[in-house]
């Protein structure tokens, strides 16, 4: 008898393998398919990346054209997906609307239910074309403005920047955010992919796969939290309240979004890599004000806590500074994560065993109707 030892949250629980990537807090590295993530943020764009993730190698130029070029040709907001966004109220959260559009994705693809390698890919392809032509029109309605075709003379990075503001990004702008694309690509069993992980383990299609992983993503303890360290920084204000604001926080016992990490207790890895973006960022539009907030709250935690900043703490201001508004912060995640989503999925599948752990009851003993 007695209770079973039970690990809450699966904390330190290891469930499977994966030869996607490697997430090591001892060295504070991470690396996909073997490749240090700070080298590919530096040299390669979201395609090369999810390439990477998918098939376990680096494209070929001739692969990588032909990616490129199958990626531009589902640019295009699909007519069904659209009349879905225009349907859905300005008062949700734009994380239920790239929910709910790869949903009708999934719905539209007469492919879905085939479970091939080839066919997966092919979707994995659509959803990564067309993901960001939802956000950038869903962020574009809610401030009143039309859809900006997507440009074929531009990568996946450069495009989603187009279709959002209509204007061309400066090259420092375009380089910070490809960078976090990369970087947001993939990170072994988070919340979101177990979520795809366990989804695909009943055979269900890679769209329903994607769509409760979107529904993991988005709670502030996971890619919320990119959203929620820009909220916070709205309530400070200005630098010179940090220290008061976060020793009230604390005492409160809040948690401090963008802090912490359930597998990084010594740093997060991508930190800095995303942190110098943002430094380039903050030189570019002269917003030195946001870097001294920035720097305020994350020495007043230094000093009272051993708790780390995390890729949302820097990734969050970096996104405010390109012009992107705050709820739009956790699509952008979604823009890159679906990479690393799909890539758990088709491994999954490979090697397939039903995800279904066992629970201890402690509820009321048997008892009967009087
Ligand atoms: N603010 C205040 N206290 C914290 C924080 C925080 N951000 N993070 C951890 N702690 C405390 C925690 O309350 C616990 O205190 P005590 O021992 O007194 O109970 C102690 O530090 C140890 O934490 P833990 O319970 O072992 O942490 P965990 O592994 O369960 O949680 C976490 C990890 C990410 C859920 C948590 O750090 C957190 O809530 N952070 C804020 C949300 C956030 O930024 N999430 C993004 C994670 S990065 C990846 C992504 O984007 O998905």
Known sequence: GGTPEIRKGLAGVVVDTTAISKVDPASNSLLYRGYPVQELAAR?????????????????????????????????LSPA???????????????????????????????AEDPSREAT????????????????YDQRRRRGQDLVEPREDLDLAANLLWTTF????????????????VLYAEH????????????????????????????????????????????LFDEIGDASRADAWLERALAEKRTIMGFGHRVYKNGDSRVPTMKAA?????DHYGRHDLLALYDALEQAMAARKP??????????PAYHLMGFDTATFTPLFVVARVTGWTAHVMEQRAANALIRP???????GERHLA
């Open 166 to 181: 209509g204007e061309e990004p400066a090259e420092v702008v375009q380089d910070a955010f490809r960078t976090s694309l």
């Open 358 to 364: 066992l629970s201890h009851y402690d509820g009321p």
């Open 188 to 231: 072994s069993f988070n919340a979101s992919t177990f979520t795809a992980r366990v989804v695909t383990s009943t055979l269900a299609d890679v769209y329903s796969a994607v769509v409760a992983a979107i529904g993991a993503l988005k709670g502030p303890l996971h890619g919320g939290a990119n959203e929620a360290v820009m909220r």
């Open 44 to 76: 390669c764009g979201l395609e090369e990346v999810a390439h990477l993730l998918w098939h376990g190698e680096l494209p070929t130029p001739g692969e990588l054209d032909d990616l490129r070029e199958r990626e531009r040709s589902h640019r295009a």
């Open 121 to 136: 890919l092919d979707a994995s392809l659509r959803m990564l074309a067309q993901i960001p032509a939802v956000v950038a």
């Open 81 to 111: 997906v659209r009349a879905v966004v225009d349907a859905i109220p300005t008062t949700a959260h734009p994380m239920d609307v790239v929910r709910t559009a790869v949903s009708v994705m999934g719905a539209h693809d007469p492919a």
């Open 307 to 316: 708790i780390r900043p995390n890729l949302d703490y820097p990734s969050g």
């Open 278 to 282: 943002l430094d380039r960022l903050v």
